[in-house]
């Protein structure tokens, strides 16, 4: 059980992390279709460097360490890739959707085009030394088990991120301006906000938080990367949608919606399961289990998606000039 | 034949300063950024082999080792599955949809074209038109459950046609590699057998034209459809009413159009359509009637996702879709000749998704030259218009509400 | 007295359109200011430009005589000009706290709100000004009167000393504009000055120390209130004798077109009865007017007329026939046109020609298509028989862009194709909204000439000098319910605002029908 629930939040945290980064997009008044293709870029950045570290340069350096160096040059690629949406949304006021689109497909061409320039494979890999092992809280297994003996530094980075994106838009100045400038940005601008200031943060915030958290998906589940995080970057966007742009809803959509990712991964791990898969062996129970992430998010956008309330002028693009 | 000429240059100015010319030049304009950027990244790659490198890219389908000629076949073979995707999404751009599931739709046609083609024995002659027909009706169904989704649940579109994508591949692979396998599968390439004989699309002495090319009826059906989807768009009511509801959903349901009809249709037909290109590629005799295979890895194919490029360079107009597929496949079939020059093929695919970036914003680009240019020349405004309404400052114009 | 602003030759010009015209214009401390004109005589414009969000082509503005450069809002309130506009600049789903301080939150440091000393400061202002505000609701559950005092707060607490005001009362009923009125007084008397544009001369009778004028981009002349009479604005305003009463027959009236019983939609979103058991009759021949201010009913109880919303009960007779549930199509198709409120949400579609939106409501019919093909020569003959009959001005005749219409002339043309269809029954909604005087006058009249040809029509309107000059009889609306029947001429102004503010509600009885009217009726239902 405890295996499950840990292996639960290799899937809930990115899932957490990048859909709010698309939080910070859409609540500033951009739609971050180009999530996936950031976390792509993140990703390959991040194992680049973290392959560099190891296989050439071969330092000694603690493994948190190196993750967190990682982390950060995940961020800092994703804010480099963000920048191009922030400008065709921001300065060309052009169409989000159709620009999201290119920047995704950018993203997978550029990723594989590099990777067989720079480590003649379309994979690169990485040696998987980031897990926790401490005894810290033994006492209590489970709790042990989760978060301290199996965990890593993403999980805690991942729930810091959440509580800093509560604290920041319910209490400072900077969230209740870029929340203004997604609601209704000619109000903000005649109240003395630069509007166009404010939208660029939400995208280049975003842009870190999604490179980071594609990052967060390939450590903890893999021992490399080959160019694709299968969709997540969408289902980030549904966990967003289904939480309604808050924090806290975002955080539990994010539980629910992993929890049905890390099904596809550990179903046969679960006693009954594996029990009814020996008594039904007809039964394409691994084609189920895969598929049902994705099943799963249509059902739950169609029964909430008629009373969504996204913020009023989010995808709209703005002209500081049009009073 | 003076008065002809005289007509054909109004025609010509008239067509200068209009919408239409004002989209072909930014089209133009965005392919012209995104394969400059191609021919940096060879130049950045490797400097020495970049001449060579650039004659390759610029010369696209000419490549092929058995002559120009040759290539133009290939080109022509090669693009119809596109021209197939990009109808696709451009139709149910008309209707303000973004169609970004065209590859679920693509692969629901592949498979159920495989499968008449494959499991159809009995079905003699027919079995060609007939699993030509069912590919097209299952990428139809594929397509339609997007637009049920959208209509009557409001549920965003591009989610929804990328979980189908995903839900599509993992179905059709999974059913390919389970119950399916032994009847459809070559288990050592892990990839389908080929269709049989009776399946296959008829060469219709285009083998004979563009010997080796591997071009078959499949393009004459390509430019058909083109035709068909265009007479549709423009002149039937049906048409009509689809385009009010990409233009303005609110005043065409003012009006009386049914929009969730519209919606549900629009992405029925434009999933017909791609299916339609997934089953003509599994149905391919292809080169010397080696027929096509398809692979059974977790991948989503490609070639739903090239036709959102095709559908926006060729501004959503069937016509225009038919060039740009030319043109990407164009451009496509440079991909080995510059991998032999040790460039990776997946330059090809950069410089399309480059493209397709800026051609998002090259039509505000070209406007913003054409305003430059006006200035400049100091035009006196139309004041036949004036009338005493209040004239708000310029707004960038839309052509289209795109509907999430 | 003491010029607190002055803006001397200012020019502003947009594409087409010169909105001011070497404007100068003077404020003095202390003084409420109106400044008046018609729709698009460039009131918005100039004040946009004191406000700083445009930037005047030539011209300088000067405060308290020196000469001062405002390029932006924030320049703007740092020399103390704040601005309440016409569509209010807030923020829904904030608090009316958060949409005061935004932009200007006070902080105890490293950015978080203070929202505790805010509000005691915010407290505080509303009892000095005496406006009654609660700072923790939130804006898109209180009125519009107690959203206009949130924008009057905000002006406050940046402690701004000029006060400009555009279009304050359109969306007020009359009590809240006697308040609005009682308001300004006080900030005028505490130190403020006001400037108030307005195209209602009632109001800048009542309130305001001086006028003035604008027309067509022009400064036509400053004076004072005292001095002059409405007829002298009016005249200022639009450079001829306008004619507030409109010459009418008296019609007999014929069946009733319309019948609507019992009608009952609810708002999804809040359970809130927005039309309650709402009936009543149109007949042949008569304009009803169902007046009432915005946000009463009113735009839903069109939106069922018209089909583009089902009502949750009730029913709806056209000619007799229960409509309540077919199709708009259908509707369009047997007796119904209708003017809608928004022209460039419902009415018209820019991107598309003005022949094909000229049509619009027949290419589904033949001779407009044969065999589901689209047959363009009678769309385009259609066009310019409309186009020519009902003077409407284009760039280039029926292939124009309607996008590049004038609001005026995109007017014209839905009430040209709405006209053209010859229904029995007419929905006009907000017919004249942004219209200049002259058009005002041709849709009046085409309306008019409708009624005397037979035809019934039901107008909703937010104008007071509309509905009391052109309908028969009239319906007020107040929170969803109807409140008053009666012929126009046996009512005043001041009796209309009572009902539409709520303060008088008659008992309106249930629909009652004439034997020949179930005649009628049963008619219908046998011939199904």
Known sequence: ?323 | MDNFKVKLTTKWNEFKVSQGFKNITASLLAILLGILLGIIIILITNIGNSGLGISRLLLGAFNNPRGAWIGIGQLLYRVTPLVFTGLAVAFAFKTGVFNIGASGQYTMGLFVAAIVGILGDNLGFMQWPIALLAGGLAGALWGALSGVFKALFNVNIVISGIMLNYIGMFLVNGMLGGFLRPYMVDGAQNRTITVDQAARTPYALLDKIFPNSGLDFGIILAIGFVVLIWFVLNKTVFGRELKSVGMNRDAAKYAGVNEKRAIILSMAIAGFLAGIGGALFILAPSIRNLGNQYSLENVILGAGFDGIPIALLGNSHPVGVFFAALFVQYIKLSGDPLQSLGYASEIVNLIIAVILYFSAFALIISQYVTKLRKKKNNQVNDDSNKDNGVVPPEKPSKTEEVIL | MHNIIEMRNITKKFPGIIANNNVTFELRRGEIHALLGENGAGKSTLMSILFGMYKADSGVILKDGQEVVINSPNDANDLGIGMVHQHFKLVEVFSVLDNIIMGIEPSKGSGVIDRKSAKEDIIKLCEQYELALNPDDIIEDVTVGAQQRTEILKMLFRKNDILIFDEPTAVLTPQEIKQLMITMKKLAKEGKSIIFITHKLEEIMTVCDRVTVLRRGKNMGTVEVKDVTKEKLSKMMVGREVDFKIEKNDMELGDAVLMVKDLVVINELSKKHVVDHVSFKVRRGEIVCIAGIDGNGQSELGYALSGIVKPNSGQIYLNYEDITNKSIRYRNDNGMSHIPEDRHKYGLILQDSLANNLALKKYHLEPFQRKGIIKNEPINALANELITHFDIRSGQGAKTLSGSLSGGNQQKAIIAREINKDSDFLLSIQTVRGLDVGAVEFAHKSIIKERDRGKGILMISFELDEVMSISDRILVMYEGKIVKDVLAKDITVDELGLYMAGIKQDEIPPLTLTEQENEKMAQWRGNK
């Open chain 1, 1 to 323: 059980m405890s295996f499950i629930i840990a292996q639960s939040f290799y899937f809930i945290i990115p899932l957490l992390i990048v859909a709010i980064a698309g939080l910070f997009s859409e609540k500033s008044g951009t739609v971050n279709i180009a999530l996936e293709g950031i976390m792509v870029i993140g990703a390959f950045f991040g194992v680049l460097f973290i392959h560099f570290m190891q296989a050439v340069v071969k330092i000694n350096m603690n493994p948190q360490l190196l993750l967190f160096l990682a982390l950060m040059v995940s961020g800092v690629a994703g804010v480099g890739f963000s920048s191009l949406l922030g400008f065709l949304a921001i300065k060309m006021r052009a169409d989000q959707t159709i620009g999201g689109t290119a920047l995704n497909l950018l993203a997978a061409s550029l990723v594989v085009y590099l990777s067989k320039a720079i480590v003649k494979d379309t994979r690169i890999y990485f040696s998987a030394v980031f897990e926790f092992k401490s005894n810290f809280l033994s006492q209590i297994p489970f709790i042990n088990y989760v978060f301290f003996n199996h965990a890593y530094l993403t999980t805690y980075i991942g729930i810091i991120i959440l509580i800093a994106t509560v604290l920041i838009f319910k209490y400072t100045r900077f969230g209740l301006r870029l929340s203004a400038c997604g609601e209704h940005p000619q109000a903000a601008q005649s109240a003395g906000i630069n509007v166009i200031k404010y939208r660029w943060a939400g995208v280049l915030i975003s842009g870190f938080l999604a490179g980071l958290g594609g990052l967060a998906y390939v450590i903890p589940t893999s021992i490399s990367f080959e160019g694709t995080v299968a969709g997540y970057g969408f289902l980030a966007l549904a966990v967003l949608i289904f939480g309604q742009w808050r924090p806290s809803r975002v955080f539990l959509a994010a539980i629910f919606f992993g929890f049905f990712k890390t099904l596809s991964v550990v179903y046969f791990g679960i006693d009954a399961i594996s029990g009814w898969m020996t008594t039904y062996p007809n039964i394409p129970f691994a084609l189920f289990f895969r598929i049902l992430p994705y099943v799963v998010t249509l059902i739950v956008l169609a029964i909430t998606s008629k009373k969504s309330r996204a913020p009023k002028a989010s995808g709209i693009p703005f002209d500081p000039l049009a009073g």
